[in-house]
């Protein structure tokens, strides 16, 4: 983009190197495999990457959106999953930390989530409460010196390998009565439930937690008992921003791989790239790949530079996920068609892209509860949501 700085160019070429390096020689196999790239995970560590937004103060890098979403698409254009793994754990769980985490809890936990010797992740969706997230039944009781949780998390990004994850119950009758905890892997009461096989993302584990009579103390709530919506919608706006940055590195990826074949392929003695048709999908996407990237990477640089406060920056941070997730998947299904038999082969990437590209219309928001956050800013009270 026209606005990156030194800094961020640097960062580009760092994550694209790493992405080289680390992530492309296993990616097929992992996800044919359904298994994480722990490894690579924990390399991400010393870059710097794994508190990529948390101020320099406490330890982590001390950039902003624009960089975070860089990062996710130079990661995503090679392997969606692990970038997915990234995001739950820089984005939703070591910023929400370095964000409203108390300088004790920054203390005991950043160190080890910022090296990678933890991996977090955030524990939201359950199994009836998805779009609805404040239809959570995880509840959380103040007992003495500790809170005794009772539910279960569903979905969650890293569930199956996570030491702590940054987790909302309920501490009150009130739909909004949300509080937040910082649950590690080994408090008495804390289980992780079964792993679950999925399309896409398949490099990325995937599970749930289970709190049965789970012993948090008091010390690992953050922010005030029952206010926790506020940090919790700032933290998705975030997510939507910077896990757009994943749908355009597989969108990205899918048009290299497709204007390649156009190029290599033969067919009626020709490249079939000479082939209007062909042209048209090509460049309708490459199109619409650099729209969605001007409106994510323009979002990610209003949030850096504090243009963006409640209602705006989610209308903001939806439209840029909604658009990017359609863009992406359409743009891998294009590059199936292109490369025809070969592109619903297995021996081809494309394929892969699509099923991951799939998991950004659904996850951190469905496209239509997007388009209500949308419609609901355009329209106000007329959208019941
Ligand atoms: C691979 C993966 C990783 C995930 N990682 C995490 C994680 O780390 N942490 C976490 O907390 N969650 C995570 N999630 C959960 C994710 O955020 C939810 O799947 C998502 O919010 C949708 O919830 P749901 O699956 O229960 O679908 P539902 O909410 O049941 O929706 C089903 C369908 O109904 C539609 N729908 C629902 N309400 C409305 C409405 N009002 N108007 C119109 N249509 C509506 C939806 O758009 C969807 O099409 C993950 C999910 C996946 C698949």
């Not at 705006?312 to 909604?322: E, F, G, R």
């Amino acid at each position: 983009m026209w606005f990156f700085s030194d800094e961020h160019r640097m960062l580009q070429d760092t994550v694209r190197q790493f992405a080289a390096d680390e992530l492309s020689h296993c990616v097929q196999q992992l996800d044919e495999e359904e298994d994480f790239n722990e490894e690579a995970f924990r390399k991400l560590g010393p870059l710097g990457l794994l508190g990529i937004t948390v101020s320099e103060a406490d330890g982590g890098a001390g950039l902003g959106a624009v960089a975070a979403t860089i990062a996710m698409e130079e990661m995503g254009a090679v392997d969606a999953s692990t970038t997915l793994s990234y995001l739950a754990h820089a984005i939703l769980c070591v910023n929400q930390i370095g964000v409203n985490g108390t300088p004790e809890q920054k203390e005991k936990y950043l160190p080890k989530l910022l090296t990678g010797e933890w991996i977090g992740g955030m524990g939201m969706s359950e199994p009836e409460a998805g779009s609805d997230a404040l239809g959570m039944k995880t509840r959380a009781v103040l007992s003495g010196e500790e809170y005794v949780l009772n539910g279960t998390k569903m979905w969650i990004t890293n569930g199956p390998v996570g030491d702590l994850f940054y987790c909302y119950a309920k501490t009150g009758e009130d739909r909004r009565a949300v509080s937040t905890f910082l649950i590690e892997s080994e408090m008495p009461g804390f289980a992780r439930g079964k792993k679950i096989s999925k399309m896409g993302m398949r490099g990325s584990p995937t599970g749930e937690l289970i709190f049965d009579n789970c012993r948090v103390p008091v010390a690992n709530r953050v922010g005030t008992e029952g206010k926790s919506i506020g940090m919790m919608m700032r933290n998705l706006d975030l997510e939507r921003i910077t896990i757009a940055g994943i749908s355009l590195g597989i969108a990205r990826a899918s048009i290299d791989a497709s204007v390649q074949y156009a190029k290599d392929r033969k067919q009626f003695g020709k490249p079939i790239g000479a082939f209007q048709q062909i042209q048209e999908r090509i460049t309708e996407a490459s199109a619409w790949y650099e729209a969605c990237r001007c409106l994510t990477y323009t979002a990610a640089q209003m949030w850096d530079q504090g243009l963006m406060a409640g209602k705006d920056a989610a209308m903001m941070a939806a439209k840029a996920k909604l658009q990017s997730a359609q863009m992406a998947t359409q743009v891998a299904l294009d590059a199936i068609q292109i490369m025809g038999g070969y592109g619903y082969s297995r021996e081809f990437p494309v394929e892969r892209y699509m099923r991951d590209a799939k998991l950004m219309e659904i996850g951190a928001g469905t496209n239509e509860i997007l388009r209500l956050i949308i419609a609901r800013q355009m329209l106000g009270t007329v959208v019941d949501l």
